[in-house]
Structure formats: C-alpha cells, structure tokens
C-alpha cells in the first residue's frame, strides 16, 4: 500500500486496521471539548507521531492512523480529513484551516482495475510554518514548501514551493512571501 503500487483495499488486515482507527475516531469526536487530556491521549494512540502541543479541533478523521506525523505546535481547526494510505507528514508550526481534506489514495483509470477494488496511495508532506486556508484539498502525491500560504478553497494537485502564496483550482503559487 505505502509502496505506490496498486493494491487490494479490500483486503481483511487493511479492513480491520481502518475500522479500528475509524472507532478511535469516533470516540475522539464523542468527546466534550472541554475532555482535553482525553483527547490528546486519543490523538496520540491514532496518529502515528504527533509533536508537542499537536491539536486537532473534532471532527475528525482517517483511514490508518498510523501513517499520520503531525510536527510540533501543529493546529487544525474542526473538520479534518486525512485518507493516510501512504505517509501524510506535517512540519512544525503548520496550521490547518476548516474542511480541509488530505487525500493520499487514488483509483486506476482503468475501469477493469477499480471493478477488482484496486487502488493506489502517495504520500504527502507539508513543510514547516505552512499555512492552509479552510476547505483545501490535497491530492495524492504533493508535497507543499516551508513557510507558504495556500488560500481557502484551493485544491492542491501540484507540488508547492517554499514561502508562496499558492491559491485556485488547480492551486499555483502567485506571490513570493517575503
């Protein structure tokens, strides 16, 4: 899965692997905001690296779990979504707006390969001190640069470089952030 290769989705390990991460989920948005130990303690057990004062407002969810690191002082507000068939990977300082969406997984064109339930994953990185607008999407595969900006409502399917601006469908960088 993690490989980029197409592989099964139906397969009983993946199955159970995300059905126990999606109860974790649902216990973690069950909770009372004000329950805070509660929660850190959930995120630490469904991420697989979350860094100091790492946040993450309910609701919230993800495939695995396991293939999620979130840097030190990472923040995201209500809504987040993260299909983490490969490695999603946050820097320090990053802060994620409302809706946002980070979507490792993808299908074959071919429409034989996705009759049989096969799928492939990319990872995604995200570098230090970014900022992304509320209801972003992030495709498979993109990687986005320290220190940059993406603006609300953008939808990410190119790789973004340091210190940007980057905004629009499909998103490119338009400023240079001094």
Known sequence: MTSGELYYA????????????????????????????????????IVGKAGKDAWIEQTFWCD??????????????HNLLILDCAKVVFGKGCIIGPNCSFYTVGHPLDPEQ????????????????????????????????SNSVIGAGSIVTKDIPEGVLALGSPCKAVKKIN
Not at 12 to 41: F, G, Q, T, V
Not at 123 to 134: A, R
């Open 10 to 45: 139906g397969d009983e390990e993946l199955y159970l692997k995300r059905l126990r991460c999606k109860d974790m989920c649902a216990e973690y948005n069950s909770l009372k905001p004000s329950e805070e130990d509660r929660r850190i303690e959930l995120i630490d057990k």
């Open 64 to 77: 695995y779990g396991f293939n999620i690191e979130l840097g030190d002082y990472f923040y995201s507000n």
């Open 114 to 145: 996705r009759k049989k339930g096969l799928e492939f994953a990319k990872p995604i990185y995200v570098g230090d001190n970014v900022w992304i607008g509320g209801n972003v999407i992030v495709m498979p595969g993109v990687s986005i640069g």
